[in-house]
């Protein structure tokens, strides 16, 4: 009876590291869009249009696959989950707004997620991405605007909430194994939120 050779046994728990920490960082997004798609306490007309097509969009990207290439799953989901941090910003629930540290605590571990699910990601070597690149020139702009004195604290917070939340969805359509799954079917449902709610 052959043993398992040292390097699988020292590879397996990095893999169950890794499934558990996507799927903890997949509940912490799914409580963000669902979250902030429910809970924000107003939704402008102008969101809401622009959520309905974001989500005929993404439903024709899921549903057809790659027949439908063009529509780029990840740039949808980054105007969605930016569209509700900016809700969220400018119209959080009485809940944040009495107790902001919720917000902080959730971004902490929403970081602390990303970081683990990358640390132990196995057979991936690090790469460098277009969000990188696009962190990078958020950063320079921010630090151009703060000298400027152009660059208020909500400016700031938000900045930073998109860079944790960009990266989060970073991690989660990498680790994706099917279109439909707890991260897609939560920006859909955040989606369809969004948009009934700013048409009534």
Request: hydrophobic share 60%; charged share 15%.
């Given at each position: 009876m052959r043993r398992p050779s040292i390097s699988r046994l020292k590879r397996a728990p990095s893999r169950r590291s890794t499934r558990s920490d996507v799927a903890a960082g997949l509940r912490l997004l799914a409580v963000f869009l669902l979250g902030g798609a429910l809970f924000s306490t107003q939704i402008p007309r102008d969101v809401s249009v622009a959520a309905a097509v974001l989500f005929l969009l993404l439903s024709l990207?899921?549903?057809?696959?790659?027949?439908?290439?063009?529509?780029f799953l990840r740039l949808i989901v980054f105007i969605a989950v930016a569209?509700?941090?900016?809700?969220?910003?400018?119209y959080p629930p009485a809940l944040l707004q009495t107790h902001g540290e919720l917000a902080y605590f959730y971004y902490l571990l929403l970081a602390i997620g990303i970081v683990l699910?990358?640390?132990y990601s196995s057979e991936r070597n690090f790469e460098v991405t277009?969000?990188?690149?696009?962190?990078v020139l958020i950063v320079i702009a921010l630090?151009?605007?703060s000298e400027g004195g152009y660059a208020n604290p909500s400016l700031v917070r938000l900045v930073v909430q998109l860079i944790v939340l960009f990266y989060a969805a970073e991690v989660a359509i990498k680790h994706m194994q099917s279109r439909?799954?707890?991260?897609?079917?939560?920006v859909l449902g955040a989606l369809a939120i969004l948009s009934v709610r700013g048409m009534l």
């Open positions: 990207r899921l549903i057809a696959g790659y027949r439908f290439w063009f529509l569209s509700i941090a900016y809700l969220l910003e400018l699910a990358i640390r277009p969000l990188d690149y696009l962190v630090a151009l605007l439909w799954n707890v991260f897609t079917s939560s």
